[in-house]
């Protein structure tokens, strides 16, 4: 049923993404097309892999912006995407079939393979691109949050997060339940302010991304100022010191 | 958007359809066409031979076509869903009327009355669900407006409107009555594109680079650096650029050839004394009307962006 779950899932999974940290390494979209080409939603069909015009479905791309502010102060910004399965998720009833749907026990969105009919428009409803349609088998495609991971339980525990969370070598990547205000996820995005994509369209995405630090610089407020290197005071130096600081004054 | 054929068939052909349905039907109701089986048989026959010809198109648009029985299950919350219920629902009672006109040479009963109005609203519902298939959709702001509907609605009735036209010219069943609905109509949707286009250009969305990387209180941003170096499905399906490009040359031939020359043609063929010459030019108006509403329905997804152009690139919509 494409319609939304009408009672509030009593877990709400998703990520945290912190764009202070990610260092646009690409490797949380590696990981995740090798974790899922043989997972849930295989397999991520490469059209045309080794030749002139490679393309294929991913569920995680990794973009990287540029941001100037007043002060012509630039910033380079990794910017990981990948589906943020939101709580309004209009792909999910645009679906004539009713192969999209959302969880109710823990708010995953995903699509019913043998259901899907190929017609799109869950790609158009999406205002972030999560959506990639295999052109091979004729559906479409997407980030099932390694709903084959997280509850796996022939992996060790520690290994149960997504394939991205899992990769990420710096960390930049937290997976939990937003539901519970004492999950790791919450307490970052409330402890760092963290924000929608796209507020503005109320979709409600769950998945959250944690801002980038100020930059330290000649600009930043007094407290958060690096300490200036000053010159050791002449009048303790010796003697040698201050003759040669004497004479190559003059 | 990327124009897919399918869909603009499906959307102009169904449209016309349930247009020349509505119209004869409404036409016959009201006692200014005939009960005339010949005219029902070639008109009902054209419309059903338009909706069935943009219902097959559409589902060549599927990745899976062989399910496209399953788009019949969500009518709860898919727009999409209730278009395809309505568009075969619509069959039953515009079928039973076509088929009591045809061989009931229009003896007037209720069921003739009952079978009519109920065709009149399935065919009006459907062609607003075809429309709100796509305005119902927040990335896409030149969708997502109240106008699409509207022109959807206007543009069927006209487009079905210059069809029957030219039935009722070959069959000699045209009158004053009959080509100015039809002049009306064609006017209705230039002024409804017209509108349309104004609103698209001063209702862009709200949405930016800014606000899709949730970076825009830091500061101006742009891409730096694409995600991948191919093309990939998002950027084929949701970056097509082509058409605008060359929109305001695309919007000058939808006007002149869509609806303009159209209008001027049944002017035309009003004040001309030879039957086959009058034909002639009713032919011309059609195929002129066909065009226009092919550059129509091509533009209206060519010139809608997405939301997921910002990603790629826009700066805003």
Redesign the interface.
């Known amino acids: ?4 779950p009408v009672v509030n899932p009593t877990k709400k999974l998703g990520l945290v993404i912190d ?1 202070d940290i990610c260092v ?1 390494c690409h490797a949380c979209a590696v990981n995740c097309k090798e974790w899922n080409t043989g997972g849930h939603s295989a397999p991520l069909t490469d059209l045309d892999p080794y030749g002139a ?6 569920f995680n ?10 002060d012509n102060d630039s ?3 990794h ?1 990981p ?1 990948s589906c943020l399965h939101c709580d309004d998720a ?1 792909c ?8 999209s749907y959302k969880r109710e026990e823990d708010g995953i969105v995903l699509v019913d393979a043998d ?7 869950c ?7 999560a959506r ?4 091979d ?4 495609k997407k980030c099932t949050l390694c709903v084959d991971r997280i509850y796996n339980e022939n992996l060790p525990e520690a290994s149960r997060v997504p394939a991205c969370v899992s990769t990420c070598p710096v960390g930049a990547r937290s997976f939990g339940d937003f539901n519970d205000p004492k999950s790791h996820v919450s307490l970052l995005v409330a402890d760092r302010g963290g ?7 109320d ?1 409600k995405p769950v998945n959250k ?1 944690l ?2 630090r100020p930059k330290q610089n000649e600009h930043s407020c007094a407290a958060n100022k690096p300490k200036q290197l000053t010159p050791v005071a002449t009048e303790k130096a010796g003697l040698f010191a201050r003759w040669a600081d004497k004479v190559l004054s003059l | 958007m990327h124009p897919a054929k399918s869909v603009i068939l499906f959307t102009t052909a169904s449209g016309a359809g349930y247009g020349m349905i509505f119209l004869l039907t409404l036409g016959q109701l009201l006692g200014i066409l005939p009960f005339n089986s010949t005219l029902a048989f070639s008109g009902f026959g054209t419309a059903f031979f338009l909706i069935i010809l943009g219902l097959a198109s559409s589902t060549f648009h599927l990745g899976r076509p062989e399910r496209a029985w399953r788009a019949l299950s969500q009518w709860r919350s898919s727009w999409l869903s209730r278009e395809g219920i309505l568009a075969i629902s619509s069959f039953i009672p515009a079928g039973l009327y076509a088929l009591l006109i045809v061989v009931g040479q229009g003896s007037f009963d209720g069921l003739v009355i009952f079978s009519g109005l109920v065709s009149l609203m399935l065919c009006t519902a459907t062609v607003y669900c075809t429309a709100m298939i796509y305005a119902s959709l927040k990335p896409i702001p030149a969708w997502y407006n109240r106008l699409v509907p509207t022109s959807y609605l206007v543009l069927a009735l006209s487009s079905g409107a210059l069809l029957l036209s030219c039935i009722l010219h070959f069959q000699g069943l045209s009158d004053l009555i009959t080509d100015i609905t039809t002049i009306i109509l064609l006017l209705a949707s230039l002024v409804t594109k017209f509108l349309y286009w104004q609103h698209i250009a001063e209702h862009r969305g709200r949405s930016s680079v800014g606000t899709a990387t949730g970076l825009g209180k830091l500061g101006k941003v742009r891409l730096l650096e694409a995600a991948h170096s191919e093309a990939n499905y998002l950027m084929k399906e949701m970056g097509f650029r082509i058409a605008r490009k060359h929109s305001q040359r695309l919007r000058k031939i939808t006007f002149i050839s869509g609806f303009v020359l159209p209008v001027f043609l049944i002017s035309l063929v009003g004040v001309l004394a030879s039957t086959t010459l009058a034909n002639l030019v009713m032919i011309l108006a059609i195929l002129m009307g066909t065009t226009g509403i092919l550059t129509e329905r091509w533009l209206f997804f060519a010139e809608a962006k997405h939301t997921v152009s910002l990603y790629y690139g826009a700066e805003k919509l």
């Open positions: 049923m494409t319609c939304l764009l646009g015009d490679p393309n294929g479905v991913w791309r990794i973009h990287s912006f540029e941001v100037v502010d007043e910033k380079t910004v910017f995407k209009p999910v009833t645009v679906c004539p079939t009713g192969a259901k899907c009919i190929g017609c799109k428009l790609s158009w409803a999406c205002a972030y691109g990639e349609y295999d052109e088998v004729g559906i479409m924000f929608d994509l796209m507020a503005e369209l979709y991304y801002p980038p």
